[in-house]
């Protein structure tokens, strides 16, 4: 016999996979920690499935935890449009949103499109900076949310993962010069640190040509083939190559892509648009 969810129990179960803690995740539905450990406990029961695993460090995902959580994520997000087109009650308000050039350029367009299909009220400014830049916004109350970059092993949510990777004019890839020039975000970005780190333990001489968080400003760099610029695989250019390891430069980390907000004190139109932002990203 086929088994209902209740969306309440998906609402809880997606808290708890967000927040990594039965403890924040009671916080963010308002229940007792108790009742939420009920509510895991019967959609365990639900699905004859172990969803979540207690650690000393908090609670993470089983395989089968992974897997209903996109169902969920998905189940929710339509669940609320439904609800809020049809009882007219779709959401007003502005939301300050930052986000990093190189996501803007590749993610926005796609999730502010959707957002405002369901929510035409809702008014959305967008500041673009380095994710460090962000943070400390983030800090003032300068924004209500963020996509920012994090390390893959941050204890946080990470919604997407991107791979960096070395840029330059096709045909002129600048590697043969040396020092190799690098254009290169800010200092403390991370692919700014992910770079460095990697052509030092290669052994391989470098210097900084251009250091600035603005994405045009490293692209018109790479364009005039006077260096070689690091970037998020899914922001390279169409005219720009991405450089092999038949290159000759080290390989590259990933990072992850994950949202930052004051989430107790977070605004329904900011809980929406982030739900929207966890449903949505890992598609695009």
Sequence with gaps: MAQNLDIDLLRSFVAVAETGALSRAAERVSRSQAA?????????????????????????????????????????????????????????????????????????????????RHHPEAAIEVVCAATPRLAERLQRGGLDLALVSAPLAAEREILRREDLVWVSLRGVPATWLDPLPLALGDPDTLDHRAARAALDAAGRAYRIAYASSSLSGLLAVARSAQAVAVLTRAAVPRDLQ???????????????????????????????????????LPTL
Excluded: W
Aim: hydrophobic share 45%; charged share 20%; aromatic share 4%.
């Design 36 to 116: 939420l450990s009920m509510q895991m406990k019967r959609l365990e029961d639900l699905l004859a499935q172990p969803l979540l695993r207690r650690t000393g460090r908090g609670v993470v995902l089983t395989v089968q935890g992974e897997r209903l959580l996109v169902h969920a994520r998905r189940i929710l997000t339509s669940h609320d449009d439904a609800v809020a087109e049809l009882s007219g009650q779709s959401l007003n308000g502005t939301l300050r949103f930052g986000c990093p050039d190189d996501y803007a350029q590749a993610f926005l367009p796609g999730l502010l499109r959707g957002f405002a």
């Design 242 to 280: 991405i450089l092999t390891r038949g290159s000759g430069l080290p390989a590259l980390p990933s990072i992850g892509v994950t949202i930052h907000m004051d989430e107790p004190h977070a605004a329904p139109l900011t809980r929406a648009f982030a739900a929207h932002v966890r449903s949505v």
